[in-house]
C-alpha cells in the first residue's frame, strides 16, 4: 500500500492543489528520504513551479517548470497541502514550502518513501526506465508480456508484483486479479498459457479503473492526501476475506515469498494448475 490506484488518487489532488505553484524552500528532516545530494536536491527545486502531476506504476511525478521530482510512497508515504502547522509531527519527514503561505508535507512513519530530482529524459533513466508498462496507461503488448512471464520459474502471484513485468499492482489487487483469472497463485510462470496472461492484463485493468473511481481502497493506514478514503475495499473479492464468493469455501490465507495471498483452491484451479 498504496498501489497504483491510490497514487492515481493522490496525483489527482495534488495536480489540483500545486498547480502554479511555486516551492520557495524545502525541509528535509530525514535525508534517506532523498536519493540526491541534499544540498543539490534543494538547490535545484529552490523557485521552481510546479507546473503539474503526473504518475507511471506507482510513482508520482512533479512537472516542475525545469526538471522532475519522482516520489515513491512505498508502505506508508502520504502528503498534505496544509496551511495548518498543527498536524507537524515526528513522522513528517520533507516540507516544501509554497509561495502561497502553504505547505507541502510529506509524512511516512516506517520511512521507506523516497525522492529524487532528474534534469530530463525520465522515461529513459531508472527508475522509470526499468519499469514494465502501466496498466493504466500504456499499451500492453501481450506477446511480449507472456514471453517475460514465461520465462519465469516462481508463482505467478510474485511475477505480478515485479514491477519490471507490469507497472502498478500491489499485494492486494494481484489477489483479485488472480481471483477473477481463475489462477492459483502458486502457479509457476512457466506454466501460464498465453490466454491467461490475455485474461491477467484485461482483469488488471478493469479491476483498477473501477478501484480509481472507488478512490482507492482503504485498508488499515491508507487515506490519500486531504483525508480521502477509498472505498473499493467494499468490492474487494478475496483479499481480507474468509469466504469465498463464489463456491463458499473457506479461502486459503498463505504468505507466498514473504507477502500474505488470499486466495480460494476450487475457484483457481489450486490442484491441476500449480
Known sequence: MPELPEVEVVRGILDESLRNRRIIDVDI???NII????????NH?????????????KYLIFKLDKGYILSHL?????YYYTNDL?????????VFHLDNGYYLMYQDTRKFGRMKYLEDNIYTTPPLSLMG???ILSDINLDSIYKKIKSKRIEIKSILLDQEILSGLGNIYVDE?????????LKKGYKITKKEVNEIILNSKEILEKAILCKGTT????TSSLNVKGNYQNFLQVHTKSICPNCKMILNRDKIRGRMTYYCKNCQRWLWNN
Open 177 to 185: 486479479v488472480l481471483f477473477k483469472s481463475k489462477i492459483s497463485p
Open 35 to 42: 536519493l540526491d545530494e541534499i544540498d543539490s536536491f534543494k
Open 133 to 135: 508498462p502501466d496498466l
Open 29 to 31: 528532516r530525514y535525508k
Open 74 to 78: 512505498r508502505m506508508e508515504g502520504k
Open 45 to 57: 527545486l529552490m523557485n521552481k513551479e510546479i507546473m503539474g502531476m503526473d504518475r507511471y506504476g
Open 86 to 94: 498543527s498536524i507537524d509531527n515526528k513522522h513528517i519527514h520533507v
Open 219 to 222: 485498508i488499515k493506514s491508507y
